[in-house]
């Protein structure tokens, strides 16, 4: 079982940078692969940017890359999501993810995460 706390949201003008974190319990937190995923109103529920167990691998919806980075640190038990150059449209509950998995690969697909954390509201005002 792994209970996942995220924090860092808040409201920032478009341009702007946040830093979102997630905290992970428990001793296995270096075999889970993360991800962050994100929901605005009235909006399906979509993938952000994911990391491998280890954090050599990382991936990024198209709209992302570039903006944001996925960084995790085991020995913290906690992944980041840096958010760089943000938008109105980047505003969304963003929730973070993890799975137990024997690889060092990433998932993009939000139906094989079997953990949720409560999500953390990013507001990006024009």
């Known amino acids: 079982q792994v209970q996942l706390v995220e924090s860092g949201g808040g409201l920032v003008q478009a341009g702007g940078s946040l830093r979102l974190s997630c905290k992970a319990s428990?001793?296995?937190?270096?075999?889970?692969?993360m991800a962050w995923f994100r929901q605005a109103s009235g909006k399906e529920r979509e993938f952000v940017a994911a990391i491998s167990r280890s954090g050599s691998n990382t991936d990024y919806a198209d709209s992302m890359k570039g903006r944001f980075t996925i960084s995790r640190d085991n020995a913290k038990n906690t992944v980041y999501l840096q958010m760089n150059s943000l938008k109105p449209e980047d505003t969304a509950i963003y929730y973070c993810?993890?799975?137990?998995?024997?690889?060092?690969?990433?998932?993009?697909?939000?139906?094989?995460?079997?953990?949720w954390g409560q999500g953390t509201q990013v507001t990006v005002s024009s």
């Open positions: 428990g001793p296995t937190f270096s075999i889970v692969a």
């Open positions: 993810a993890s799975k137990y998995t024997l690889f060092d690969g990433t998932d993009t697909s939000m139906k094989d995460y079997a953990y």
